[in-house]
């Protein structure tokens, strides 16, 4: 037997992990095609075929023929990928492309390696080798019922009555959807964003060892004195943004809970400012807030992109923060 008989298939899976490490996370090839010919293998086959060939490097009688291979594999492949995405999800990098990439085609290569090298210790004319032949069973035979005697040999998946007929047209529809799913999630994968776009807005201040803090936000300031306060701005909107920050402050009076508003007294615009932030970076921007009310008072921080409405509120702000400060 000659070696590419008995080899061919397992280092077409050791090409096409390296190709797709290669061409999806260093060149990250733009073209849908060659990206689909490189997942749908990979993700749908090559990890569960590696592995059956390393546990079953056996032709025929002493294994798996190749149509049970393939159904077979593309079940594993599944599960194998979908365990590499749920182990990526307690790793810092989290469910993304190149960890779970790195995983899968860890894994196919290994189980390919060993099962090369199980196969070379098997005698030669046992030895597994991707080949269909004349006798094997082919699509046609799924989905037909022969009468065969007691003691005849069937094929692997043949029917034997009405129920398995109807069991292999599932089956073959299961896998047509995942291939389905797949070509579609290779397809529509690169176009789609990381994360819904959006903004984080937020307020900190300095604590005792000049750090900054979401913990120590003042409770009570003194009319007319400036306390600095930073306002946080995350931009995961995908372009540059500029904000408006408009600082409203509220003279209420609180129930005995003293969190429930009974009453807003007065309402005041204290003061408003612009921030351009550019996509993906975060602006931290030092306030002096200096209230004019006293007693119970919300301070508001509202967030606006675009235009800021003639009468600014919590209601139509597009973000909102606010502190509850006790004025003397």
Partial sequence: MRAHQWTLD?????????????????????????????????????PGYAFLSALFPERGDRGFDLLERLVLSVALSLAVVSIAAYLANFTPYGIRLAPVLIAVVGWSVTFAVIGLVRRARVAPPDRYRLQWNAGDSTLPTLFSVRQRGIHAQRGPFEPENGRQLLLNVFLVFSVVVLLGGGAYLAIAAPSLPDSEPHTEYYLL????????????????????????????????????????????QQEVTLADDGSTVESVESEEELDRFETTVEDGETQRTEYALTPTGSGDVHVWFLLYRGDVPDDPSPENADRTT???VTVS
């Avoid at 990206?35 to 086959?45: D, E, I, T």
């Fill in 10 to 46: 397992l280092l077409s899976i050791l090409v096409l992990g390296t190709t797709a490490l290669v061409g999806i996370l260093a060149v990250d090839l733009p073209w849908t095609s060659v990206r689909l010919a490189l997942a749908l293998p990979l993700v749908l086959l090559a």
């Fill in 205 to 248: 201040s300095e604590d005792g060892e000049g750090e900054l803090t979401a913990n120590d936000l003042p409770t009570e300031l003194s009319t007319g004195s400036a306390e600095p306060i930073y306002v946080g701005i995350e931009n995961q909107e995908g372009e540059t943004q500029t904000y408006t920050t408009v600082v409203l």
């Fill in 322 to 324: 606010r502190l509850t």
